[in-house]
């Protein structure tokens, strides 16, 4: 069966300091990859998906940068946080290319930046 | 814009009752809906989806209602259950746009109370 894991699950950061979130996916191959943040009172946003090694699409104009240096490895990156992006981070994957895209979500990492 | 919308941010149902949750959205050309269910510090889970074609789709005591003259999903939980509380997302995505096109609504907080 297909697993996903994310890393770490909770982490405080100071303002201007590096951030380096990773998710892996178990079980499956050439897996769709994405990141979504939660921020509070708000709802789900895509900020990257990939769809290959290499391939990284950005949603929104942000801080934040993604890699995929892997197949089932998806990383996200910051060099200098902003207080902005505290939230929850959510890593999920995707194989399903009927239509409905199901995704299927890690644990989540949450986010403090102070 | 919202594209999806869930304008009822929290919902509070006695057990045993029925739990409707609401979700309204913009582009006709959407042609699968679902909803996931999230509970605190973590990963939303999917629950159930439906295609446009159809209007109605049912798993166990869930069952999804699309209108889509109207533009508007619903998903209704009978007979909720205390461990139903959690915060419901609509999803809404469409065949042919890119792998990142699932568009999620802000959620509805659901509490079933004993």
């Known amino acids: 069966s297909q697993t996903i894991h994310q890393w770490p699950a909770t982490l405080v950061q100071p303002v201007g300091s590096p951030l380096s979130l990773e998710c892996t996916v178990e079980?499956?191959?050439?897996?769709?990859l994405y990141w979504y943040r939660q921020a509070a009172g708000r709802g789900l946003q895509l900020l990257f998906y990939?769809?290959?090694?290499?391939?990284i699409s950005s949603e929104v104009p942000q801080n934040l940068s993604a890699s995929r240096p892997q197949d089932r490895q998806f990383i996200l990156s910051s060099k200098k946080l902003l207080l902005s992006d505290s939230g929850f981070y959510l890593c999920?994957?995707?194989?399903?290319?009927?239509?409905?895209?199901?995704?299927?979500f890690g644990a989540g990492s949450r986010l403090t930046v102070l | 814009d919202q594209q999806v919308k869930q304008n009822s941010p929290s919902l509070s149902v006695q057990e045993g009752r029925i739990s409707i949750l609401n979700c309204d959205y913009t582009n006709s050309m959407f042609d699968y809906f679902l909803w996931y269910k999230k509970y605190p510090a973590e990963g939303p889970t999917f629950l159930i989806s439906?295609?446009?074609?159809?209007d109605k789709n049912e798993d166990g005591r869930f069952t999804v209602f699309l209108n889509k003259s109207a533009k508007h999903l619903s998903l209704h939980i009978v007979p909720s259950q205390p461990g139903d509380s959690a915060v419901y997302f609509c999803a809404v995505t469409y065949y042919g746009g890119s792998q990142g096109n699932l568009i999620f609504g802000k959620g509805t907080k659901l509490s079933v109370k004993p």
């Open positions: 439906i295609s446009s074609i159809k």
């Open positions: 990939s769809v290959g090694i290499g391939q």
């Open positions: 999920a994957w995707s194989g399903d290319n009927s239509g409905a895209n199901v995704l299927t």
């Open positions: 079980g499956t191959s050439n897996p769709n």
